[in-house]
């Protein structure tokens, strides 16, 4: 699961708060970020409508690509790739990526 520091400090404006919450919107969409970061995305799209409507966006053309290319698999080489450099995190630590 990906973490973001997705956090919302008080004395930022909320346009940073948009800004915060629409970089994490696509992992949030795909079920990625920790329960925490994920709650803090749902209260800041329910408290402002020009983001609920860039969600809404985001959603509509994700089930439209979803229903004209039905599901997908990453090719082999590129899942294998993936799954080392996730073995490389997990062993030496997210810093050292």
Same mark, same amino acid.
């Given at each position: 699961m990906i973490e973001f520091p997705i956090e919302f400090?008080?004395? =930022?404006a909320a346009?940073?708060? /948009?800004?915060?919450?629409?970089?994490g919107v696509h992992a949030f969409l795909h079920?990625?970020?920790?329960e925490s970061s994920a709650d803090e995305i749902r209260r800041? =799209?329910?408290a402002c409508e020009? /983001?609920?409507d860039n969600f809404d966006v985001e959603t509509f053309i994700g089930a439209l690509l979803r229903r004209c290319y039905g599901p997908t698999q990453a090719p082999e080489p590129l899942r294998?790739?993936?799954?080392?450099l996730s073995i490389t995190t997990h062993e030496t630590g997210p810093?050292?990526?």
């Open positions: 400090p008080d004395d =930022l346009e940073n708060e /948009c800004d915060l919450a629409m970089r079920g990625e970020l920790p800041h =799209l329910l020009k /983001c609920m294998m790739r993936i799954t080392r810093e050292s990526v």
